[in-house]
């Protein structure tokens, strides 16, 4: 008889476990809930911008015309080109001129008039008794050697570099030139030249 109780116990047992096992089988075949959780969190962006500003030398700027050129005249203007505060620094300055009229004065490569362009570190002073523009106590640095008047995108590196520094101005004279050997043909023209500068921005960087 005990032999007996001991086999209906151990049957018992095995039967529990075939049930738990079954059970769990059924639920796998169920859907569970989960815990979640969000969060978020946000990015200010703003742009920079680039301005480059321009003022003209006090008695000579470029808003004073040159009249009765004979060959072998210079003319010399100034202006300040400026980079505020609040502006990104400039990858490029360039200069582009043009002229108003295509007439010899402008369109003759190699009798017209020629363009110089200098920078000074303490900015250009009327000499007295003249309209010649010297660097006083300053540093004088050729941007762009004599040339043709028209020119597309003349790079003056030596200004960007100096509206990238600290002081973020550059003092610059262009000097117009009618060349002596400039004939008869020439007499009576007049024109007008622009001159535009052009700022692009710094290279991109990570922010």
Do not use: Y
């Amino acid at each position: 008889m005990k032999k007996s109780a001991l086999t209906a116990s151990s049957t018992k047992i095995l039967a529990s476990v075939v049930l738990v096992a079954g059970a769990a089988s059924v639920a796998g075949l169920g859907t569970f809930g989960a815990f979640t959780s969000t969060t978020s969190a946000s990015e200010a962006v703003g742009t920079g911008k680039v301005v480059l500003g321009l003022t003209q030398h006090a008695s000579l700027g470029t808003t004073v015309a040159a009249t009765n050129l004979v060959p072998g005249d210079t003319v010399q203007r100034a202006v300040v080109l400026t980079r505020s505060n609040d502006t990104e620094a400039f990858g490029s300055v360039k200069l582009t001129t043009a002229g108003g009229t295509a007439n010899k004065l402008t369109t003759d490569q190699t009798d017209g008039l020629k363009l110089a362009v200098d920078q000074c570190t303490t900015g250009w002073t009327k000499a007295t008794g003249s309209n010649d523009l010297t660097c006083v106590g300053g540093t004088v640095t050729n941007l762009i050697a004599s040339r043709p008047v028209v020119g597309t995108n003349l790079d003056l590196a030596a200004a960007t570099t100096a509206l990238n520094s600290n002081a973020a101005a550059a003092n610059l004279r262009v000097t117009l030139t009618l060349p002596e050997a400039a004939d008869n043909t020439f007499q009576g023209l007049s024109n007008t030249v622009a001159f535009t500068f052009d700022a692009t921005q710094r290279a991109a960087t990570s922010k």
